[in-house]
């Protein structure tokens, strides 16, 4: 594999998982919220948004100070199963979640908003369990807004370099993800394979903000 294409599969293979991860956790949250007025609903809200505005930096010491060999979960995980995620691809795809899971949240929070509750409220006269009103009705309804939301999920994922480099270094084929290579090939002076790699991450993110661009418009 050479020294392109690695991080290049790398970029899509945390981008993957990490998108996958912020749905499932992203999703049902926004669902519960949208739907819900209990008195911490805004700081609850404001928590999840919050990975959106802190620095990649502080995000990373979070990770670090959760999942690291002397954090809580880091060393549960390590007495339990033997897991570190300290430098490795696993501990990247936690970083690229945590700081992607906000679009994904808001963005399916928003379509749910928009679903017509007279919808709802005839299914359930129907006889529709709340279970399958959600899969049968609120969700192809909501569907395009939250597809959208998890393809600016994945792009944000892409581009992630604060928190993954603090967490899972950069370690040429292991752990070095696009936006890290890119920053070693420039650090280092090989400007030719740093142009290559931003073609590459500029071209794959456009694509992805073209496509959830018109899955936006089409909801209108």
Request: proline share 5%.
């Amino acid at each position: 594999m050479d020294a392109n294409s690695a991080p290049i599969l790398l970029t899509l293979k945390v981008a993957s998982f990490a998108t996958l991860a912020a749905a499932l956790l992203g999703i049902p949250l926004a669902r519960w919220i949208a739907y819900s007025r209990f008195w911490l609903r805004d700081w609850l809200d404001a928590t999840l948004m919050l990975p959106m505005v802190l620095p990649p930096t502080v995000l990373g010491y979070y990770l670090i100070v959760v999942v690291g060999r002397n954090g809580p979960l880091g060393r549960w995980l390590e007495s339990a199963f033997g897991v570190s995620l300290m430098f490795t691809w696993q501990g990247a795809v936690v970083a690229a979640t945590l700081v992607a899971l906000p679009l994904v949240y808001k963005a399916a929070r928003a379509a749910f908003e928009e679903v017509e509750p007279s919808i709802e409220h005839a299914a359930r006269m129907l006889g529709s369990r709340e279970i399958e009103l959600f899969f049968r009705v609120t969700l192809p309804v909501a569907s395009r807004g939250i597809v959208a939301g998890l393809m600016l999920t994945f792009a944000r994922a892409m581009g992630e370099f604060g928190a993954t480099l603090m967490i899972a270094g950069n370690l040429p084929d292991k752990t070095q993800t696009l936006s890290i290579a890119i920053y070693d090939a420039v650090q280092s002076g090989q400007d030719g394979q740093a142009l290559v790699l931003v073609g590459v991450i500029s071209a794959l993110c456009m694509g992805v903000l073209v496509v959830s661009g018109v899955l936006l418009r089409a909801r209108h």
